[in-house]
């Protein structure tokens, strides 16, 4: 788990709460667990859920006079789009429009001109796997220890727009 990781590596978890739809839907009810954080003397605020609900809690907690980082993964990517209430929101993505590479940027400027807005991961990561069984196609996989295949570890490589995916035998 996170909190086993975080431990191992030195981490303290000072509050690990439920995300309840009850709890978030209700700004008022945010306050005691972000309240608990704050008199333990949290450095972060971790959330691991979606940007719709992250609005809520990031609201709640800048209310509340948090001024800490703020961490999620690919789910608060949308978060930014909320204003100034996002300053200060770390996200972990495997894709973000921003990215400096050639074809990363290219991907984006082609997903602009068809629907008028950035991709999102989901959207570069569908354009990856799409690419990646194109390539498949195209190189057909040979058997796991067949002369063609030759027992190697990795039978199709491809440098995408977040990672280098590999194809490897079961």
Same mark, same amino acid.
């Given at each position: 788990?996170?909190? @086993?990781?975080?431990?191992? $590596?030195? %981490?303290?978890v000072? &509050?690990?709460?439920p995300y309840l739809p009850a709890v978030y839907e209700n700004p008022s009810a945010l306050a005691p667990y972000i309240q608990r954080a704050l008199a333990r003397g949290g450095d972060a605020l971790v959330i691991g859920g979606q940007a719709q609900e992250a609005h809520k809690i990031i609201g709640a907690a800048r209310r509340l006079g948090y001024?800490?980082?703020?961490?999620?993964?690919?789910?608060?990517?949308?978060?930014? @789009?909320?204003?100034?209430? $996002?300053? %200060?929101?770390?996200? &972990?993505?495997?894709?973000?429009?921003?990215?400096?590479?050639?074809k990363a940027q290219r991907f984006v400027q082609a997903y602009r001109r068809l629907y008028n807005e950035p991709p999102d991961h989901r959207g570069a990561m569908t354009y990856d796997v799409l690419y990646l069984l194109k390539e498949a196609r195209l190189r057909p996989i040979p058997a796991p220890g067949s002369e063609?295949?030759?027992?190697?570890?990795?039978?199709l490589r491809m440098r995408a727009l977040g990672a280098t995916l590999t194809v490897e035998p079961e």
């Open positions: 788990t996170f909190r @086993d990781a975080f431990t191992r $590596a030195g %981490g303290t000072i &509050s690990a709460d001024t800490g980082p703020i961490l999620g993964s690919d789910g608060l990517t949308g978060v930014k @789009d909320g204003g100034p209430v $996002a300053d %200060g929101v770390y996200v &972990s993505s495997a894709f973000l429009a921003d990215r400096s590479s050639e063609a295949g030759g027992g190697a570890p990795s039978l």
